[in-house]
């Protein structure tokens, strides 16, 4: 993690920083998560991005992900998985929002800002047979 953040010249929020220590991301079947913001589509996560990831489209940093986002150097933002839609998840990591999860939609240019962290990322979780229409 301390070399990742040195490469990018970052420092990771601590709830995250402590969550890839101790999970390194990781592939989900079936959660469903419901943002606050009530514009935001339902979705259900999919992947979260690690270190040395055994797939290579789910490597924490690569520079496939950080192109994304053109005018991000220095980096202020960081994708850090996707949903089953193909919507992209985003940690901010520069500014006042740092630790902030957004929720970008594919193919569009809407953003929703879904939780304060990662932790409350997984508090959004609801499962698939508790979850109503």
């Given at each position: 993690?301390?070399?990742?953040?040195?490469?990018?010249?970052?420092?990771?929020?601590?709830?995250?920083?402590?969550?890839?220590?101790?999970?390194?991301?990781?592939?989900f079947?079936?959660?469903?998560?419901?943002?606050?913001?009530?514009?935001?589509?339902?979705?259900?996560l999919?992947?979260?991005?690690?270190?040395?990831?055994?797939?290579?489209?789910?490597?924490?940093?690569?520079?496939?992900?950080?192109?994304?986002?053109?005018?991000?150097?220095?980096?202020?933002?960081?994708?850090?998985?996707?949903?089953?839609?193909?919507?992209?998840?985003?940690?901010?990591?520069?500014?006042?929002?740092?630790?902030?999860i957004?929720?970008?939609?594919?193919?569009?240019?809407?953003?929703?800002?879904?939780?304060?962290?990662?932790?409350?990322?997984?508090?959004?979780?609801?499962?698939?047979?508790?979850?109503?229409?």
């Amino acid at each position: 993690v301390a070399a990742l953040e040195q490469r990018l010249g970052i420092k990771l929020p601590s709830d995250y920083r402590d969550f890839i220590l101790s999970y390194n991301g990781g592939y989900f079947s079936d959660p469903i998560f419901v943002s606050l913001d009530a514009g935001c589509p339902r979705d259900r996560l999919t992947v979260l991005y690690g270190i040395g990831a055994s797939d290579k489209t789910a490597e924490l940093a690569s520079k496939r992900h950080l192109a994304l986002f053109s005018e991000n150097d220095p980096i202020q933002v960081l994708p850090i998985g996707y949903t089953i839609m193909g919507n992209l998840l985003i940690l901010i990591v520069d500014d006042d929002s740092a630790g902030s999860i957004v929720l970008k939609r594919a193919s569009s240019d809407d953003y929703f800002n879904i939780a304060d962290g990662i932790n409350g990322l997984f508090d959004l979780i609801v499962s698939s047979e508790g979850a109503s229409d």
